[in-house]
């Protein structure tokens, strides 16, 4: 690590302490930068690097609901507003009960870099609260959307700051949070992506991250003459990423053989086909129940339940070729990683962001896997969200397969800048200095042009 580098992690520790997950994030792109900075010391005078640590702005706020028993209950909403070089701020609500403001911060400053790499303008954000949708009636889940969005109206706007679904934030509270701007700002407009196809979403967003998780896995696979026919991948979670992640593998021949909540993981040696996958999506997005009850269904497959005393995933330890990892930050750690190389996995592409740590990623580098980090192989549902806000600019809807299309051909795009950035800075075939330096590269020259702001 350069003197730099390493003074400047001091710095962002020592500033945002308690932050753990941040500081894994920026350590991880700095490393990369170190190549660039080297080349461009006009990027080091303009102190490029220090801002974009920075985030251009961060709101916290109270929100009051009342639940079905007429208790009054408070969580804490959160938008970080992290880097609007290149375009509004982007990026994901989430609602989950570990949401803190360093996750957010984490996901934020990924967000700069990834939206950066879909080629389209759209600038870095993240937000989100602690509240747990699950257990929740739909009624209490309207009334916090609705106590949410009363405050933050005033931070966001199409031209502003443009948020989207992440963990726990799925059509149906994209539902509530847009009827309740509508109804502040007696305006309608595009400003939050994911919404429903009759009122302004766009055609293959639901699918848009699992299935471009698997374009880049294809691309990554093409280097060496191979493609997804017939291997066996494993993916992690059951959500709205882990769902089309699986639908995309089948539709391209390969066969899926775990799916996972946070409760367990089942393991189906037949394969999920895409009967099974209809039961998980009725399970997962109608019932809201658990991953559990597939085994229940389909007594073929194996349920394991979560040991905290374990320290590792066993999901991870089984024979195959591909791994999708598209839950949760941080699931796969480096004993993890290194049992999916010994079971043989030649390929992991990141639907989640950040599932990886650094000592993973380390194992990943060093045994040559074909390793694509959650900023580029997840970027195709904040790419669709790009053009679902074209499609609502220009008050007019593409078909599935044009939006389909153009999503395929932003991930090729996308897979040639990491392999192009990668080579031209001295790495080639590594995937996370690609995507870092082919991301950071547009908004720190976009930092430039607009001076010290
Ligand atoms: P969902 O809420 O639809 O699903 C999340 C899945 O992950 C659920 O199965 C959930 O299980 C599991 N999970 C969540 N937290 C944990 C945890 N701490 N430990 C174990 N399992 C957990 O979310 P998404 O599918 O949208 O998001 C999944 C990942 O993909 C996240 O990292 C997200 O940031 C990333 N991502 C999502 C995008 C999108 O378009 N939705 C875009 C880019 C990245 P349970 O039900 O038990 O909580």
Known sequence: MSEFVESLMQDVKAKNPDQPEFHQAVYEV???????????PEYRKAKIVERIVEPERVIMFRVPWVDD??????????????NSAIGPYKGGLRFHPSVNLGILKFLAFEQVFKNSLTTLPMG?????????????????????????????????GPNTDVPAGDIGVGGREIGYLFGQYKKLRNEFTGV????????????????????????????????????????TCLVSGSGNVAQYTVEKINQLGGKVVTLSDSSGYIYDEEGIDAKKLAFVMELKNVRRGRIKEYAEKYPNAVYTPVDPNLDYNPLWNHKADCAFPSATQNEING?????????????????????????????FLENKILYGPGKAANAGGVAVSGLEMSQNSLRLSWTREEVDQKLHQIMKNIHKTCVDSAEAYGTPGNYVNGANIGGFLKVANAMLDQGIV
């Open 124 to 156: 870095g954000g993240k937000g989100g609260s602690d509240f747990n949708p699950k257990g929740k009636s739909d009624a209490e889940v309207m009334r916090f959307c609705q106590s949410f969005m009363s405050e933050l109206f005033r931070h966001i």
């Open 335 to 363: 004993k993890d990683a290194q049992h999916l190389v010994d079971n043989g996995v030649i390929c992991v592409s990141e639907g989640a962001n950040m599932p990886t740590t650094i000592e993973g990623i380390n194992i």
């Open 192 to 231: 939050l992506t994911g919404k429903g196809l009759g009122w302004g979403g766009s055609l293959i967003r639901p699918e848009a991250t699992g299935y471009g998780s698997v374009y880049f896995a294809s691309e990554m696979l093409a280097t060496r003459g191979e493609t997804l026919e017939g291997k």
């Open 30 to 40: 700095l490393t990369s930068l170190e190549l660039v900075l080297e080349k461009h």
């Open 69 to 82: 028993n007429g208790e009054v209950q408070i969580n804490r909403g959160y938008r970080i507003e992290m």
